[in-house]
Nanobody, 123 residues
Framework: QVQLVESGGGLVQGGGSLRLSCAASGRALSSYVMGWFRQAPGKEREFVAA????????DYADSVQGRFTISRDNARNTVYLQMNSLKPEDTAVYYC????????????????WGQGTQVTVSS
């Protein structure tokens, strides 16, 4: 079992940047494909980005392509989401998730989740 804890959320102005971190414990991060999801009030949780075991492959939602960057440091058991050019519509709780396989973009494809960190982008 892997435990995930997100951090780095906060309030930022539109056009600004934040870097989210996801710290893993209980098992080596290298064992997992890692993903970031987000959920805004009144909306379903949606896929943001994913990264393969060693970081050679990444996948981004169209809405964040070119603005967000997912990365991982397996030695530190940490996954990051660098968010640039933030927009008010990026406001959501952001969740880190783990999967044993390179899967799709569905929430159900991931089997371990963090508690989430709030990101609020003002206009």
């Amino acid at each position: 079992q892997v435990q995930l804890v997100e951090s780095g959320g906060g309030l930022v102005q539109g056009g600004g940047s934040l870097r989210l971190s996801c710290a893993a414990s209980g098992r080596a991060l290298s064992s997992y494909v890692m993903g970031w999801f987000r959920q805004a009030p009144g909306k379903e949780r949606e896929f943001v980005a994913a990264i393969s075991w060693g970081g050679s492959s990444t996948d981004y939602a169209d809405s964040v392509q070119g603005r967000f960057t997912i990365s991982r440091d397996n030695a530190r058991n940490t996954v990051y989401l660098q968010m640039n050019s933030l927009k008010p519509e990026d406001t959501a709780v952001y969740y880190c998730a783990a999967s044993n396989r390179w899967v799709g973009r569905a929430v159900a494809d991931y089997n371990r989740w963090g508690q989430g960190t709030q990101v609020t982008v003002s206009s």
